[in-house]
């Protein structure tokens, strides 16, 4: 602990309302206080000369009032001007209280602090702070730059000074730096309170840029500190559940496993039989599974997810498989249903668009234990779905869910805790998996079924739009499918979904001898449902989608995708939907339609996806390209309720962190429970983050 109370109560004048007003900053502790960093800093260390003034500086200046009247106006305003000897500067004050124009007399003398602006015929000054002083007393004038921070409502600057204040100075009273040199990245960083002096009171000639990018090694000092309490956190909450015996042993599936598989149309890859072998392992054991399946698109993830499935029924426990959409939790339920129903096990389906009747009979099966997996959206398990015995959750798409509904899930399995088995497509760099998942065992999935045809990826101006709707014409007359995706475009979706309308329509005047159907996030579950149907049993032949097919749609027979405005997509997105063909034995094709001169970052990307296929290639160059936040999407990154640290610009202390990490929780256990309470707080904090 860095103080005896180190709640935001116990500080002097902290009532209740700011309290709240702090909460809404996400500050709830004093270590909060001093992550909140400052968004610029003001120079108030020494006088400015007012002829030496520029406009558009913020400066301290201080001179005698030589007059000041009110002037009327369509707005009427009090004018104030100073002069300090060296030149003059108008003071001006819109709205002010009735005191302020008696106060302001001439031959007072003024220090005032403000932006500089180029008025008539002289400099001024808007509403600047200001304050009455003896001339020439120099005395108090701060010895630091002061900084300026993010706020809300009510709270003013001074207010989170003086906080910030208190904050640095029971952590030199009280604050402890449990890291010495040998523990960071870099010799010559400063001491954990002294970053914090360099970041919240920097000397006048600190870089200040440096500080406000990250760069400085004070930042960097704290960024690696909280990454560091982050990653233990999950370490040990890893650790803990290994040591738990609170899982089922589900070991008596090995039969039922056998069966699907000798009745599955193919034969599993040799990483599929890896993986399957990791997560049996995982499944045998008392302590829950926490496994990470990684596999890249098409890679043949469900067979996993249903063998899994398999291994706890047969075991007498029930399992549920969570997808983020309607769409992929209506194909899951078409892939297991025809795996397992042949095998006699019964499925829950709990589908958005079933009607009540239907669901209430779903979620009765399931509380009696007759159902032997539930099948549903996220959302759906959110509601009161009472199982039998629950023994494992899958959960498609894992780089969608935060971490809390990573930990929310077992609640629905009572005293005992299901495995978790996750499955993300979006392959993630292993020092970033290894970081942000630390608390999963990761598995890779890194081989494509035999027999898949290869994808050609073109780039090609939306100038040739033409040759483009004649290639789909070609594909089309040859009895192939094809996709034509429309990304966002609109900040809404239901401008995008009328684009995509549109778009619809115009291509059905230029195709009008082909069958078109459309989805798009506005429709109903049932309509999206009926299109995708219509679409996997070729009554549709091109299929007109917003990026809500963007995963896990299987239709082998579509080999040919065009990606509108490809250039605004992410290349992680992009891969994913590249996905969608490619699924068959048949060769493909992916044109990648680009609008206007294309940006430097869009051009790397659109040649990233030209060179190559791999999902792991990809999410590297992405890496490198454009950081993290892009890649995971800024919600992950946001859930991961980092304050300083940013993993695309830190990414460079991540080897670090996992090494003193690991090395801190054998020998140092008394350092990993303070630096986790200090940063990230008791348990239900985790929850938080
Ligand atoms: N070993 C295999 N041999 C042949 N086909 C396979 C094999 N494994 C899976 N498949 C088939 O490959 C297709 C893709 O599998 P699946 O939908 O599980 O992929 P995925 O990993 O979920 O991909 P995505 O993330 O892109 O949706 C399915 O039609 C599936 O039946």
Not at 65 to 92: M, N
Request: proline share 4%.
């Amino acid at each position: 602990m860095i103080a005896p109370d180190w709640r935001l109560q116990a500080l002097p004048g902290v009532g209740e309302r700011s309290v709240q007003r702090l909460h809404r900053l996400n500050i709830y502790t004093l270590a909060d206080l001093l992550l909140h960093l400052p968004i610029r800093y003001e120079d108030r260390t020494r006088l400015r000369r007012i002829a030496d003034l520029s406009a558009g500086e913020r400066a301290l200046v201080e001179g005698a009032i030589a007059w000041s009247e009110v002037a009327q106006g369509r707005r009427r305003r009090l004018l104030c001007r100073i002069s300090d000897g060296s030149g003059q500067l108008d003071l001006v004050f819109f709205n002010y209280p009735p005191k302020t124009a008696e106060r302001l007399q001439r031959g007072l003398w003024l220090r005032c602090f403000g932006e500089v602006r180029a008025g008539y015929g002289s400099l001024q000054m808007v509403h600047p702070e200001y304050k009455r002083v003896k001339p020439g007393d120099t005395d108090r004038l701060s010895e630091a730059l002061t900084p300026v921070y993010r706020s809300t409502d009510g709270l003013h600057q001074k207010k989170l000074r003086s906080l910030v204040d208190v904050a640095l100075e029971l952590f030199a009273q009280h604050g402890q730096d449990h890291l010495d040199g040998s523990m960071l990245p870099e010799s010559g960083w400063p001491g954990l309170l002294e970053a914090f002096q360099q970041i919240h009171r920097p000397s006048p000639e600190t870089d200040t840029q440096a500080l406000l990018e990250g760069r400085h090694p004070a930042v960097q000092r704290v960024a690696y500190e909280e990454l560091l309490a982050h990653h233990l956190t999950l370490r040990r909450y890893r650790l803990n559940l290994h040591a738990a015996a609170t899982a089922p042993v589900l070991d008596g599936g090995e039969g039922l496993a056998g069966q699907l598989r000798d009745t599955l149309p193919f034969e599993l890859t040799a990483a599929q039989l890896r993986v399957d072998s990791e997560v049996a392992a995982d499944m045998a054991q008392p302590s829950p599974m926490l496994r990470l399946l990684q596999g890249d698109v098409g890679s043949g993830k469900t067979v996993i997810a249903a063998l899994a499935c398999a291994r706890a029924i047969g075991s007498g426990y029930q399992a549920a498989v969570m997808a983020p959409t309607e769409l992929l939790a209506e194909q899951h339920w078409r892939t297991l249903s025809s795996w397992l129903i042949p095998l006699e096990v019964e499925l829950a389906w709990l589908s958005g668009s079933a009607s009540t009747a239907q669901r209430r009979s779903a979620m009765q099966s399931l509380a009696a234990g007759r159902a032997g997996v539930a099948i549903g959206t996220h959302a759906l398990f959110q509601e009161a779905v009472e199982f039998f015995r629950l023994g494992l959750v899958v959960i498609d798409e894992q780089h969608r869910f935060g971490v809390n509904q990573r930990l929310a899930l077992k609640e629905k399995a009572g005293s005992v805790e299901p495995h978790q088995l996750s499955m993300t497509a979006t392959p993630i760099p292993r020092t970033l998996a290894m970081t942000i998942y630390a608390d999963l065992d990761v598995s890779l999935l890194d081989e494509r079924p035999p027999g898949r045809g290869e994808v050609k990826t073109v780039a090609v101006s939306s100038a040739r739009r033409d040759e483009v709707i004649e290639r789909i014409r070609g594909a089309l007359l040859e009895g192939r499918q094809a996709y034509w995706v429309c990304t966002l475009v609109e900040a809404s979706e239901e401008l995008d979904a009328q684009a995509a309308e549109e778009t619809a329509e115009e291509l059905a005047r230029e195709l009008d001898e082909c069958t078109i159907g459309l989805i798009h996030g506005r429709m109903a579950a049932a309509e999206k449902e009926r299109a995708m149907a219509q679409f996997a049993a070729g009554e549709i032949e091109l299929l007109v989608a917003t990026t809500v097919i963007e995963v896990g749609v299987d239709v082998a027979n579509a080999s040919l995708m065009i990606i509108d405005n490809a250039e605004r997509l992410g290349l992680a997105q992009l891969h994913q939907l590249r996905g969608r063909v490619g699924r068959g034995s048949s060769a493909s094709s992916c044109v990648l339609m680009y609008h206007g001169p294309l940006s430097a970052v869009s051009r790397q990307r659109l040649e990233v996806m030209r060179e190559t296929t791999d999902g792991f290639v990809i999410a590297e160059r992405d890496l490198q390209i454009r950081g993290p936040g892009e890649f995971l999407g800024s919600r992950q990154t946001g859930d991961l309720g980092l304050k300083v640290a940013d993993l695309s610009r830190d990414k460079a202390l991540l080897d670090t962190v996992q090494r003193v990490a690991g090395r801190l929780l054998t020998e140092q256990p008394d350092v990993v429970e303070a630096l986790i309470e200090r940063w990230i707080g008791e348990a239900q904090r985790y929850g938080q983050v």
